[in-house]
């Protein structure tokens, strides 16, 4: 569906909206390429779908590519990452090779249309080589990390370093996910769409069909965690907390996840999960395809407490998801949830399963506090985390480094 | 007298390559050395960058001592710094330092945070754009700032100090063109501003125009 900023009147001020299109008129024209690894699943992909057409509707020639990969491409890249995000890993020689060769396939595609860009932003690793098989390039290159990289496993960092070195400039979500590098480091936290199905407005009966789908009891209290069946997102963590809430109260849980064609890791996760949760007709373990943004949206409405426990974790957009819909967020204390999770704010940081089971009985048992900290938590989120905000930063980011000046204060 | 020209202006933070400081010594190294633009985006800049709510102190360095290394007594002398009073960056700088050595000498201890809760060190580009929209008389002053964005507001009445005339609003400055229009300025000139978030300020500043009146 293509969106258009208007679409946000309402949601978002009229200034607000004006202002992104005064940013946009003075970059009319100027080529934008976008490059990741899948088009589906993982929040960079959700993402740019929504990028992608608002930056055409500001003014800017904008396009998404994806690269190609095959199995040993991605279960590479799915070691960088958990590499880059400390987990012991080991690449080898041939692992390597296999990064540098499908890079190069797809430059052989893409090397035309990223030579002739403005600007070029490449997320993640994944497509990182691409920089230096584009030899005859004429615009910016930025490379864009989603994820933190602030203690990676040193080899790993040691070896993807001079695919990165290169670019003009990086992006990180938060500066303590950066590590340095030899060009300017910008900080851009992610965002979220408001209209798009994950998170635009649920009548009640949708909601009713999605709890009766899954069996959901309407009297017990609802736990619901939504993310990839991934180590760090830690969901055993989740059922242990759930456990420890149980002894006391009755309470019910859902972990639902979707998949994501490079993460090759996910079926071992999901078999942990299913084996710990078996017998528990109170845990509902749901790997739903990753088009079920509509059921995930439901599903966090339905909830009466939002968690994401993880133990490592870039931004954390499904905490952005649960805090727009009005849910406190227990969150894990790490990376990007400790932005958007404010103790007695929005929510509740924890380490430990005993620390979420011991905030999640706190707010069972204060639900006024509970629906105050959700009020408030979709104020935070409409000023700081919706995509108008996150395009304003890559407008800027554009405005910087076509200015060629040095300055900190430039006047386009 | 010119009309005035309504700019606006977006900020995109960036690291500045300083190690991130895990105690007060740290701290103090770090800021003894850091280019100004650090030292002005933690203390300047704040009002830009999203925070919860308003908190208590309105500069970083004021918000890590309470928050990460628990030392009130530290945060209370930050946090009463007026930046804004400061035109010379080094004026400020020295300001700092002193106060950080103070409590340096004080402390038994050095106060030092927990894992996660390190000082980051970040600087910011501004960019700043023509909106189109023009003011032609003081009448139109409150209608004008009453639709304006939060950057215009930062920009005409948070960053207009540091530039010439230094010291003064962009309002007040262009009414000096306006005979008569001494009330509004002074109104302008005394907002206790460092309080109020941009939203707030906007309406403070359309309320105290239009109590004052346009002549």
Redesign the interface.
């Given at each position: 569906m293509t969106k258009f900023l208007s679409s946000y009147e309402g949601l978002v001020s009229a200034?607000?909206l004006?202002?992104l299109r005064?940013?946009g008129n003075?970059l009319a024209g100027k080529r934008v390429v976008h490059v990741n690894s899948t088009r589906e699943g993982g929040g960079v992909a959700e993402i740019l779908d929504w990028m992608i057409p608002l930056m055409r509707d500001v003014g800017l020639d904008t396009r998404w590519e994806v690269i190609a990969g095959n199995s040993d491409f991605y279960t590479v890249t799915k070691k960088f990452h958990n590499g880059l995000q400390g987990f012991p890993v080991s690449v080898s020689r041939r692992e390597w090779q296999t990064y540098r060769e499908v890079n190069e396939e797809n430059a052989v595609r893409l090397r035309p249309i990223l030579e002739e860009a403005d600007f070029v932003v490449i997320h993640d690793p994944q497509p990182a080589a691409l920089l230096g098989l584009c030899p005859d390039r004429k615009g910016k290159w930025i490379w864009r990390g989603h994820i933190d990289v602030s203690r990676p496993m040193h080899s790993v960092w040691r070896g993807l370093r001079p695919f990165v070195s290169g670019y003009d400039a990086s992006i990180?979500s938060m500066?303590?996910f950066?590590q340095?590098l030899p060009h300017?480091?910008?900080?851009?936290p992610p965002s979220i769409d408001p209209l798009s199905p994950k998170n635009i407005d649920l009548d009640p009966e949708e909601l009713a069909a999605v709890r009766h789908r899954y069996n959901l009891d309407p009297d017990k209290p609802l736990l619901v965690q939504v993310s990839r069946f991934d180590r760090f997102k830690d969901p055993l963590g989740v059922l242990a907390a759930y456990r420890l809430v149980r002894k006391v109260q009755p309470v019910q849980l859902v972990l639902a996840g979707g998949g994501a064609t490079d993460d090759p890791e996910g079926q071992e996760v999901l078999d942990e999960v299913l084996e710990a949760a078996a017998g528990d007709p109170d845990i509902h373990v749901l790997l739903l395809p990753s088009d079920a943004h509509r059921t995930i949206n439901a599903l966090q409405r339905l909830a009466d407490i939002v968690v994401q426990k993880s133990t490592r974790e870039g931004f954390g957009l499904t905490v952005t998801e649960g805090l727009w819909k009005g849910k406190p967020v227990i969150g894990g204390?790490?990376g990007g949830i400790?932005?958007q999770v404010?103790n007695y704010?929005?929510g509740f940081l924890v380490n430990s399963a005993e620390g979420a089971a011991h905030r999640i009985r706190f707010l069972l048992h204060h639900e006024a506090l509970r629906n105050k900290m959700g009020g408030r938590a979709r104020e935070?989120v409409r000023?700081?985390f919706l995509l108008t905000r996150q395009l304003?930063?890559y407008?800027?980011?554009f405005?910087?480094l076509n200015?060629r000046q040095e300055?900190?204060?430039?006047?386009? | 007298m010119g009309d005035f020209i309504v700019q606006?202006c977006?900020?995109?933070?960036?690291?500045s390559?300083l190690t991130a400081a895990i105690n007060l010594r740290e701290l103090r190294d770090r800021v003894a050395v850091c280019r100004q633009?650090v030292l002005?985006h933690h203390f300047w800049e704040t009002p830009l960058v999203?925070s919860?709510?308003n908190p208590d102190y309105r500069n970083d360095f004021a918000v890590w001592a309470l928050l990460h290394l628990g030392d009130r007594v530290l945060a209370e002398r930050l946090g009463i710094i007026d930046s804004y009073t400061f035109t010379d960056m080094e004026k400020l700088r020295e300001q700092v330092l002193e106060i950080f050595d103070e409590r340096l000498n004080e402390v038994h201890v050095v106060p030092s945070c927990q894992p996660?809760g390190?000082f980051?060190f970040?600087?910011?580009?501004?960019?700043?754009?023509d909106?189109?929209k023009r003011i032609a008389s003081p009448k139109e002053l409150p209608g004008a700032i009453g639709?304006?964005?939060n950057?215009s507001i930062y920009y005409h009445f948070f960053?207009a100090r540091r530039r010439e005339p230094v010291g003064i609003d962009d309002f007040s400055t262009w009414l000096i063109d306006f005979p008569g229009q001494e009330v509004w300025r002074h109104a302008l000139q005394t907002v206790d501003f460092v309080f109020f978030t941009l939203t707030e300020l906007r309406g403070e500043l359309v309320r105290i125009l239009e109590k004052g009146g346009a002549s």
């Amino acid at each position: 569906m293509t969106k258009f900023l208007s679409s946000y009147e309402g949601l978002v001020s009229a200034t607000v909206l004006g202002e992104l299109r005064q940013l946009g008129n003075r970059l009319a024209g100027k080529r934008v390429v976008h490059v990741n690894s899948t088009r589906e699943g993982g929040g960079v992909a959700e993402i740019l779908d929504w990028m992608i057409p608002l930056m055409r509707d500001v003014g800017l020639d904008t396009r998404w590519e994806v690269i190609a990969g095959n199995s040993d491409f991605y279960t590479v890249t799915k070691k960088f990452h958990n590499g880059l995000q400390g987990f012991p890993v080991s690449v080898s020689r041939r692992e390597w090779q296999t990064y540098r060769e499908v890079n190069e396939e797809n430059a052989v595609r893409l090397r035309p249309i990223l030579e002739e860009a403005d600007f070029v932003v490449i997320h993640d690793p994944q497509p990182a080589a691409l920089l230096g098989l584009c030899p005859d390039r004429k615009g910016k290159w930025i490379w864009r990390g989603h994820i933190d990289v602030s203690r990676p496993m040193h080899s790993v960092w040691r070896g993807l370093r001079p695919f990165v070195s290169g670019y003009d400039a990086s992006i990180f979500s938060m500066c303590q996910f950066a590590q340095p590098l030899p060009h300017p480091q910008f900080l851009i936290p992610p965002s979220i769409d408001p209209l798009s199905p994950k998170n635009i407005d649920l009548d009640p009966e949708e909601l009713a069909a999605v709890r009766h789908r899954y069996n959901l009891d309407p009297d017990k209290p609802l736990l619901v965690q939504v993310s990839r069946f991934d180590r760090f997102k830690d969901p055993l963590g989740v059922l242990a907390a759930y456990r420890l809430v149980r002894k006391v109260q009755p309470v019910q849980l859902v972990l639902a996840g979707g998949g994501a064609t490079d993460d090759p890791e996910g079926q071992e996760v999901l078999d942990e999960v299913l084996e710990a949760a078996a017998g528990d007709p109170d845990i509902h373990v749901l790997l739903l395809p990753s088009d079920a943004h509509r059921t995930i949206n439901a599903l966090q409405r339905l909830a009466d407490i939002v968690v994401q426990k993880s133990t490592r974790e870039g931004f954390g957009l499904t905490v952005t998801e649960g805090l727009w819909k009005g849910k406190p967020v227990i969150g894990g204390d790490t990376g990007g949830i400790r932005l958007q999770v404010v103790n007695y704010h929005t929510g509740f940081l924890v380490n430990s399963a005993e620390g979420a089971a011991h905030r999640i009985r706190f707010l069972l048992h204060h639900e006024a506090l509970r629906n105050k900290m959700g009020g408030r938590a979709r104020e935070y989120v409409r000023e700081h985390f919706l995509l108008t905000r996150q395009l304003r930063e890559y407008l800027t980011l554009f405005h910087i480094l076509n200015s060629r000046q040095e300055a900190s204060t430039i006047y386009v | 007298m010119g009309d005035f020209i309504v700019q606006d202006c977006t900020l995109l933070t960036k690291t500045s390559g300083l190690t991130a400081a895990i105690n007060l010594r740290e701290l103090r190294d770090r800021v003894a050395v850091c280019r100004q633009d650090v030292l002005y985006h933690h203390f300047w800049e704040t009002p830009l960058v999203p925070s919860f709510d308003n908190p208590d102190y309105r500069n970083d360095f004021a918000v890590w001592a309470l928050l990460h290394l628990g030392d009130r007594v530290l945060a209370e002398r930050l946090g009463i710094i007026d930046s804004y009073t400061f035109t010379d960056m080094e004026k400020l700088r020295e300001q700092v330092l002193e106060i950080f050595d103070e409590r340096l000498n004080e402390v038994h201890v050095v106060p030092s945070c927990q894992p996660g809760g390190e000082f980051f060190f970040t600087e910011a580009v501004t960019v700043v754009f023509d909106t189109g929209k023009r003011i032609a008389s003081p009448k139109e002053l409150p209608g004008a700032i009453g639709t304006m964005t939060n950057g215009s507001i930062y920009y005409h009445f948070f960053e207009a100090r540091r530039r010439e005339p230094v010291g003064i609003d962009d309002f007040s400055t262009w009414l000096i063109d306006f005979p008569g229009q001494e009330v509004w300025r002074h109104a302008l000139q005394t907002v206790d501003f460092v309080f109020f978030t941009l939203t707030e300020l906007r309406g403070e500043l359309v309320r105290i125009l239009e109590k004052g009146g346009a002549s």
